[in-house]
């Protein structure tokens, strides 16, 4: 009995286009639009290129050979390089400043060169305050700071000078990159996360229509269901099945799309990536099925009762604002443990950025009880129902 | 008379759902007005990369003077030394950079020569400029304390190992003191200055009711042309010894009313979150003078929609897909600057985009008119054009359906 409630409940549901529509195309299409505005941020931090600068090349420039040799060494083109750099006139430099081409101006006043300390040769003109500007500050003062150093060693005698220059020339880094693990921290990979959760989360549209199919005083077909002899267990699991099917499907279909597509980088643990996305898809369709079989209102409370909580709780999970999520992890920490969005979202994330499972498998625990918690207020709603009157 | 009363009675039924988005957009516009900046800024602030400063070797003079430094320079946000918390700290930016200072880094840099000094370990974001920034600032401690360990601390004649690495720090903050003078030049006086920052606020905001409108206006019209397009009560109407015309004028009629009511609200809400400082520079017309403009696109896109939707359910999924493709894709939530130029051209097809460009030019005028405005009223035209053309391919579509119809 249970392979036949479940095949015509899986053609009966597939037929349903509306439901269709939201839980697989529209998924689909917010996760391109994302692609389209924010792709390009993707896989970077933003504001990797160098920092545009104009030099007026002034007769006190060229004299300072140290400045000279320090810009040089900042505008060689390779990973590292830090400025862009135009030799050109003050006019010219003040125009391109103001079409706001260059981040600022630095000219050179007098050449004091290095030796002399305290008053700077060299200022720096900018229109804005950010972080370009201030690189350029930095190096200015790593030039005021070294004369510094010079001059205070120098005058306690007794030093090599030529050595102590050779020194000066040869600056050390003294850092050393070392990450936790191999991901790349890709901010933008956050709102493909949650909308992965906000996918799952409409599965509950099919929850919510199985619901309306079995219950006699919401529908027709639910009161000719109900009258019918089969077991209603196994009408519940026949339909939960179908469902189930169906939005893991639709689940597949997009993980595939963004992976494949899209590009968004959802790491190699493939198997644990499938068991989030079928812990999202039961959570999804039990949230919808308590929806379904506690409000009594008309389908279209219903559908607008269980998307707008649906895009709450993805809001929550940082869908529309990635730091929303993070807020509510420090704010109400209790918040994010009930939230299936933010559960499944962070199962991914942390599948991604984590070398070890732990964080991984909590958020899957707790979708699984929050999923057998919302079955369980269901079942005692739904089980031997009786209806004096429909 | 009658007509439109119908026409608002349609309306009134669907001020749920229309009033749900208003809510959610002035939720958002007035989290959005909170976070925008509007100090005047007069003189130059150096940018204070959010780093997380983990010190492992405790107490030693030096490792401690190099935290200093670095709290000075940069904004140390403080994090305890647990991978996983530091993992999220830089996933989500709240920390740009970790330094981790190793245990016996100060000892094993005082007894290093000057090939096997220790280093500092850092956990950054991947090719970001603010990581250089700060890369530098901690060089220049370590190879200014490198100098005087080499060739001369202040006093050689040192006790312990504590005092040495502290003289050392206090000669190299001495010298990292002095700084460069920076000229920060602002066009126009303060006062204007501060104009321009409530015009970003204000320019968000317009950018923002993109969404908004369309979503209203699309949702509005639509509903009232499902209603009224109803087969029976369409043949109904078309008995009556009322005028198809004049019937259908009065429709129009209606549908700019509802239009210009919501885009008489959104001003409103955008006059009372931003205040009228943007109008005094003129540039406050303007910004309402496209958003009428694009107010007759979200119209044209409303009337398509009513006509072509057959049921309330595609006509919700039009609603969705429109205002969150058009928005997206427009620039509406990400700025067209950081969009990538594949998608911008595509983008030039759509009304959006040169709402945006028009608000993004507006803005730049920042001052007063005198600037150049005449392309601004270019990129209204061609939303006009845009709302004139779907206008036109509606109609042209409708007359067929209502020849096959009847």
Redesign the interface.
């Known amino acids: 009995m249970f392979m036949h409630v479940f095949k015509y409940r899986l053609k009966c549901l597939i037929r349903d286009r509306?439901t269709l529509?939201?839980t697989a195309a529209?998924p689909l299409?917010?996760g391109t639009?994302?692609y389209?505005?924010?792709?390009?941020?993707m896989?970077?931090?933003?504001?990797?290129?160098p920092?545009k600068v104009a030099v007026v090349n002034s007769p006190e420039y060229r004299n300072n050979t140290y400045l000279q040799l320090m810009l040089g060494v900042l505008s060689t083109a390779g990973e590292?390089q830090?400025l862009d750099m135009t030799l050109t006139t003050e006019s010219q430099a003040q125009r391109l400043?103001d079409e706001g081409k260059v981040a600022g101006i630095i000219t050179v006043s007098a050449d004091e060169g290095v030796g002399d300390?305290?008053s700077?040769p060299?200022?720096?003109?900018?229109?804005?305050?950010?972080?370009?500007?201030?690189?350029l500050?930095?190096?200015?003062?790593?030039?005021?700071?070294?004369s510094?150093?010079?001059t205070?060693?120098l005058s306690?005698g007794?030093?090599d000078v030529s050595?102590?220059v050779a020194?000066?020339r040869n600056?050390?880094?003294?850092?050393?990159?070392?990450?936790?693990?191999d991901a790349?921290?890709?901010?933008m990979l956050?709102y493909f996360y949650a909308l992965v959760a906000m996918a799952a989360l409409y599965a509950g549209l099919w929850g919510m229509r199985n619901t309306m199919d079995i219950q006699a005083d919401l529908s027709d077909k639910g009161a000719r269901r109900s009258v019918a002899p089969t077991h209603k267990l196994a009408v519940v699991m026949g339909d939960w099945t179908a469902s189930l099917l169906i939005s893991f499907g639709e689940m597949l279909i997009l993980l595939a799309y963004l992976v494949f597509a899209l590009k968004v980088d959802i790491g190699d643990q493939i198997g644990y990536v499938l068991l989030t996305c079928l812990a999202g898809c039961i959570a999804g369709l039990s949230f919808g099925t308590v929806i379904g079989t506690l409000f009594r209102k008309s389908e279209g409370t219903k559908v607008a009762t269980l998307v707008?909580s649906s895009n709450l709780l993805c809001f929550l999970a940082g869908l529309?604002y990635?730091?929303m999520?993070?807020i509510v992890?420090r704010k109400a920490p209790v918040l994010s443990y009930i939230n299936p969005a933010a559960l499944i979202a962070d199962a991914f994330?942390s599948l991604y950025?984590?070398d070890n499972h732990r964080?991984f498998f909590l958020n899957i625990g707790l979708l699984c009880g929050f999923s057998a918690v919302m079955c369980f207020v269901s079942f005692l709603r739904l089980r031997s129902e009786k209806y004096a009157s429909i | 008379m009658q007509v439109f009363r119908a026409y608002f009675k349609v309306l009134r039924a669907y001020a749920g759902s229309i009033a749900i988005y208003m809510a959610i957009f002035i939720g958002i516009s007035t989290l959005i007005w909170r976070a925008s900046p509007r100090s005047v800024v007069t003189e130059f602030f150096e940018t204070k990369t959010p780093v997380a400063v983990i010190n492992r070797d405790g107490d030693a003079p030096l490792a401690q003077g190099l935290a200093d430094y670095i709290a000075d320079n940069f904004t140390v946000v403080p994090y305890p030394d647990d991978p996983e918390k530091l993992q999220d700290a830089l996933f989500y930016r709240k920390v740009h950079y970790v330094v981790i200072i190793p245990e016996g880094f100060s000892a094993g840099f005082m007894a290093a020569g000057a090939n096997d000094e220790p280093v500092i370990q850092k956990v950054i974001l991947p090719d970001s400029m603010s990581s250089h920034y700060v890369d530098m600032r901690i060089d220049k401690f370590l190879n200014a304390a490198g100098i005087y360990r080499d060739f001369g601390s202040p006093s050689r004649l040192t006790e312990t190992a504590e005092d040495r690495q502290a003289q050392i720090v206090a000669a190299v903050r001495e010298d990292l003191r002095a700084e460069t003078p920076v000229i920060l030049r602002v066009a126009g006086n303060a006062g204007e200055n501060s104009v321009q920052e409530s015009d970003e606020a204000y320019a968000t905001y317009c950018a923002y009711s993109s969404y908004a409108l369309l979503a209203m206006v699309i949702l509005g019209i639509s509903s009232a042309m499902l209603a009224f397009n109803r087969r029976d009560l369409r043949l109904r109407n078309l008995c009556t010894p009322m005028p198809k015309r004049s019937l259908e004028a009065r429709l129009a009629v209606g549908h700019c009313l509802f239009a210009l009511g919501c885009w008489a609200i959104l001003a409103l809400v955008g006059i009372a979150l931003n205040g009228t400082e943007v109008f005094g520079s003129g540039r406050g017309w303007l910004y309402l003078l496209n958003c009428l403009a694009f107010t007759a696109v979200a119209t044209s896109i409303g009337f398509a929609a009513g006509h072509f939707a057959k049921t309330s359910s595609a006509q919700s999924g039009v609603v969705n897909v429109v205002a969150l493709g058009m928005s997206f894709l427009g620039g509406a939530f990400v700025p067209q600057s950081v969009m990538s130029q594949s998608v911008l051209v595509f983008s030039r097809f759509l009304p959006s985009y040169w709402y945006i460009r028009a608000i993004d030019a507006t803005k730049a005028l920042a001052g007063s008119v005198s600037g150049n405005v005449y392309p601004i009223y270019g990129y209204m035209l061609i939303q006009l054009g845009f709302a004139a053309a779907i206008f036109s391919v509606t109609l042209l579509f409708s007359k067929e359906r209502q020849m096959t119809e009847l």
Do not use: C
């Open positions: 509306d529509f939201w529209f299409l917010l639009m994302f389209f505005a924010f792709g390009n941020l896989g970077s931090s933003g504001g990797s290129e920092v590292d830090l400043l300390s305290g700077s060299a200022r720096l003109t900018v229109t804005q305050s950010g972080l370009g500007q201030s690189i500050k930095a190096v200015l003062d790593e030039y005021l700071h070294t510094a150093t010079a205070s060693v306690r007794s030093v050595e102590l020194r000066l600056r050390r880094s003294y850092t050393q990159q070392i990450s936790y693990s790349l921290p890709d901010y956050g707008a529309m990635l730091d999520k993070d992890a994330y950025i984590f964080r």
